[in-house]
Nanobody
Framework: QPQFLASGGGLVQPGGSLTLSCVASVSRLNLENFAIGWFRQAPGRERLELVACISQSGGGSTYHADSVLGRFTISRDNAKNTVNLQMNSLKSEDTAVYYC????????????????WGQGTQVTVSS
């Protein structure tokens, strides 16, 4: 079964920026056909927090959690077949492992409604 793989994490200072990318484990899978959500799991926490979601390309709607609104932006790069998460003005509380997954055509708010989870990417915000 295809998985969605996150990459682009790293160590960054507070106030810095990173761009995460989500790709499918199977290159022929067209991400435009899927709603993609970005989640994060903070250190010591089991809960996965939905950070942002973008619906299937035909709809094009996006969602950003209040905690990242105005700082993070989810978007598609159709030429590269990726869904990216641009993260600006990073804070220490953004430190987490970030994952991407799909909920079909429409975004949902609960991690249980998402599937095809793959490897995450570590984002550490620290001076």
């Amino acid at each position: 079964q295809p998985q969605f793989l996150a990459s682009g994490g790293g160590l960054v200072q507070p106030g810095g920026s990173l761009t995460l990318s989500c790709v499918a484990s199977v290159s022929r899978l067209n991400l435009e056909n899927f709603a993609i959500g970005w989640f994060r799991q903070a250190p010591g926490r089991e809960r996965l927090e939905l950070v942002a979601c973008i619906s299937q390309s035909g709809g094009g709607s996006t969602y950003h959690a209040d905690s990242v609104l105005g700082r993070f932006t989810i978007s598609r790069d159709n030429a590269k077949n990726t869904v990216n998460l641009q993260m600006n003005s990073l804070k220490s509380e953004d430190t987490a492992v970030y994952y991407c997954a799909t909920s079909g055509a429409t975004c949902y708010s609960d991690a249980e409604d998402f599937g095809s989870w793959g490897q995450g990417t570590q984002v550490t915000v620290s001076s």
